[in-house]
């Protein structure tokens, strides 16, 4: 049996969840593919504790308890208050070590590639670190130690249907077309049932599934860093500034409070609504779409054929299409729910299995 030692950046939802599934999975996995993950080391943003040994069920459970309540690790009876990533990597890291980045951090870099410099695996569900420059992103991914299913659809397997089976099979991408946004998919699929665009965001925004600034979701930014890490991954050395996004409100509503962005809402549903009923007129209707072709990428709302996969989608799942020789005439489709930490955090454990198993 193989013991794979974990070191964990970040315990908020999505980190919480994978320890969780990591500790319900080990049983199944000693098993199964006759290997143990342990965990020797955990940070947040101001605290880490390690345990060269590995941590217990019941030392994780407790952390994890300290965590949810809002707590630091640096509070927990095994913490301490926080120094370097990379220091946290130069300590607790050994033979066959993993290290996960689950932050939302940017700086997360060094450590991951001191990690992979080390022979580490690396397994990501934040963006960050592969949307900076090209460089970086080449350096992180080119002994192909580090994966990163969740940063694009969440748990959907859209990066290892793109890597592992489409690359491989040396089947030419003609172009990828998705909605990669679960809160840009509630919008578009409310204005096509005819509710206006101030509403839907109020909405969405009480569900939580927005940012506690909607803008952060309508500027359109996080669906170009997935869009940006699909072109990366197709061998598209392109930079974050080449990739046109349109924002989802004019610039002049980007500065200034949430509350005037809420109260200023209202102007945009007319023109909204008129796109929309153009849109419709033709059996067509709106999406926030990302389109990769022939080395370029752009993001916007887009209209697309009523009876197309991107114009059948509902809510906040997301959809993924990949048009390439061999999928021509219907495209390779990939849906599902591409948010929420169960998910991503399943994503997160499939890179770690893969990466003990390689
Ligand atoms: N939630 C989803 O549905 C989803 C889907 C796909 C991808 N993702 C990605 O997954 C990542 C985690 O998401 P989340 O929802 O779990 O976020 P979150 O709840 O905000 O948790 C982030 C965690 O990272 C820690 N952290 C921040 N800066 C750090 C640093 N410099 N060093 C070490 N730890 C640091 C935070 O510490 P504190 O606890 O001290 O604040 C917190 O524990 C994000 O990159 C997100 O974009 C999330």
Redesign the pocket.
Known sequence: MKIVPLIQ???????RALVRRVLDANDDFEWRYGIRFLYVAL????GAAVAAEGFSYAQLMHMLTV?ASGG?LADSEWGYKRGE?TDLVDLAGTEDAIVID????D??VDALLLALERGYGAAL???KPLTGPYRTFRHLTASGRCRYE??VG?GVPVIATLSETIIPSHDPVHHIQGCFSGTLGFLTTGLEAGRSFSQLVAEARTRGYTEPDPRDDLSGMDVARKALILARTLGWPLEMEQIPVEPLFPPEMAQGSVAEFMTALPRLDEAYAQQMAQARAQNHTLRYVARIEAGETRVGLQEVPLDSALGQLRGSDNLVAFHTQVYAETPLVLQGRG???DG?AAGVLADLVALARS
């Open positions: 950046f970040g315990l908020g939802g999505v980190g940070s947040d943003s101001r965590k630091s990533l689950v932050t939302a951090s700086e997360t569900a934040n963006k969740s940063t969440a948010a929420g930490v991503t």
